[in-house]
């Protein structure tokens, strides 16, 4: 098999350009052109596509997606830029992924807000794309979107939340993603009412906070407190029940 030249290519593709662009050809004989040229940069396509395989997407779709980009290139592209075709159809294709993306993989639910911002700004960047035949920077687009660069670095952010990613492992050599992640503490709830209750009990008096925390801390049963602290069991009895009604009237305040 004989392999093509860039050179050999590129003049195939700027004559298929021209005939699509004659005037004098038929309706039927422009179609065949416009299909040949969406043929011959179909494995263009799949090259951009590939970048996009691992965002949780089948590829065909991603693929098909990106097609859609080609065809429009293809009808759009002014062959008296003096640019090359695929310069100018990389950026349009990566804006039909990026579309696909935006409108149909959400996985995570975005404020509206969030959602239309990240549309304006992808927006900007097509449009940019085209016109200078490659991908803009940060400043560009926000230029163009007339927004700030961080929200754009933002609108970026915000695109990992149309996938999830399994905690399962996915090979045999893979840490499963569960386990490289922290766990919620089963005692952390607990940590805001110790803290409260420690609080409160500095509002009782000396011997009183002594007999609530040997009764609810310590475990000590009203005849044991009352031997400790050398008083009278109902004694302890009628502090406790003072103290805890103390501490119930601080909580409700």
Avoid: C
Avoid at 19 to 26: A, E, K, T, Y
């Amino acid at each position: 098999m004989t392999s093509v030249s860039a050179e050999e290519r590129r003049r195939a593709e700027d004559a298929l350009f021209a005939r699509l662009h004659d005037p004098v050809i038929s309706d039927a004989e422009r179609s065949m052109v416009r299909d040949e040229l969406i043929e011959m940069h179909l494995p263009l396509v799949r090259h951009v596509a590939r970048r996009y395989a691992d965002r949780g997407e089948p590829i065909d779709d991603v693929v098909q997606a990106g097609s859609i980009g080609l065809v429009q290139a293809v009808d759009r592209f002014d062959t008296q830029r003096g640019i090359a075709f695929g310069s100018y159809a990389v950026p349009t294709i990566v804006g039909a992924i990026r579309r696909h993306f935006r409108d149909a993989t959400w996985t995570v639910k975005v404020p509206r807000k969030a959602q239309e911002l990240r549309g304006q700004i992808d927006a900007a960047h097509d449009a940019i794309a085209q016109e200078l035949g490659r991908s803009p920077t940060v400043a560009e687009i926000a230029e163009r979107a007339d927004v700030d660069a961080q929200d754009v670095l933002d609108s970026l952010e915000i695109s990992h939340a149309r996938t999830l990613r399994t905690l399962e492992a996915q090979n045999d050599d893979d840490v499963p993603l569960a386990e490289r992640i922290g766990d919620t503490d089963a005692a952390i709830t607990g940590v805001e009412d110790r803290q409260t209750v420690q609080r409160m009990l500095t509002t009782l008096p000396e011997r009183e906070r002594e007999i609530v925390t040997l009764r609810f801390f310590d475990g000590l049963s009203q005849s044991q407190i009352a031997e400790q602290v050398g008083v009278s069991q109902m004694h302890v009895s009628r502090l406790l029940h003072r103290s805890l009604q103390r501490l119930r009237g601080e909580l409700g305040d």
